[in-house]
């Protein structure tokens, strides 16, 4: 059975500052993964995804993440923090065996604030 | 030009009452989900639909009863509405080929039982 653990529920940064957050996943095959964010109140929006082609995949408001199969990793990164990333931020990974209707399984997810 | 719409935003009911929750995509896809979000803003699948079939039905109460009238358009209808059915409801959709699959989500209906 696949999974995801999100290390670090909180993480807390200055604006400018390195953004790291961590995901390892659990996946009998190369799994696909996805980063998604979740501004208070609203959906979750698509930041990135992994789909066995270049293990650095770059999304969108400058954050990347990178694949890592020998530490079945996907953390999501950014240079320079911006306070308007405040937000929680959730790793998922699907099975690419079951074909379009895929289910994704999502980790507990990482509150990232951002202070001045 | 919203993508994956949501009725209602919120939702306040009574234990014992029947309510839906309507969410229809203008994307083209061809597959719907509802995701549950617990106070502990964790996600699950509840269920999966692909072309009004459903496909994915996870361990969920059968007074949860999903309907697809079409491609565009998933419903989530909850009999006996119970105190731990409060959540926020996410409705998603996808193509079943050629993207990966990514998932486009709702803004979520948030549910609270008194």
């Known amino acids: 059975a696949q999974s995801v653990t999100q290390l670090g529920s909180h993480v807390s940064v200055s604006e400018g500052a390195l953004v790291l957050l961590r995901c390892n996943y659990s996946?009998?095959?190369?799994?696909?993964l996805f980063w998604y964010v979740q501004y208070p109140n609203q959906g979750l929006q698509l930041l990135l995804k992994?789909?066995?082609?270049?293990?650095l995949v770059k999304g969108i408001n400058g954050f990347e993440a990178e694949f890592k199969k020998s530490e079945t990793s996907f953390h999501l990164t950014k240079p320079s923090a911006h306070m308007s990333d405040a937000a929680e931020y959730f790793c998922a990974v699907s099975d690419p065996r079951s074909g379009g209707y895929n289910k994704l399984i999502f980790g507990a997810g990482t509150r990232l604030a951002v202070h001045p | 030009d919203t993508a994956v719409s949501q009725t209602p935003k919120y939702l306040v009911t009574q234990m014992g009452n029947d309510k839906s929750i309507k969410c229809e995509q203008n994307l083209g896809h061809d597959t719907m989900y509802w995701y549950k979000q617990d106070s502990k803003k964790f996600l699950k699948i509840m269920f999966s639909?692909?072309?009004?079939?459903?496909?994915i039905n996870e361990t969920v109460p059968n007074r949860f009863s999903p309907k697809s009238p079409d491609k565009a358009h998933l419903n989530l209808h909850i009999n006996s509405l119970e105190l731990g059915d409060s959540a926020v409801y996410f409705c998603a959709s996808s193509l079943a080929t050629g993207t990966y699959y990514e998932q486009y989500f709702g803004p979520g209906t948030r549910l609270t039982v008194t």
């Open positions: 992994y789909t066995s082609a270049a293990t």
């Open positions: 996946s009998s095959v190369p799994p696909y």
């Open positions: 639909y692909n072309n009004k079939e459903l496909i």
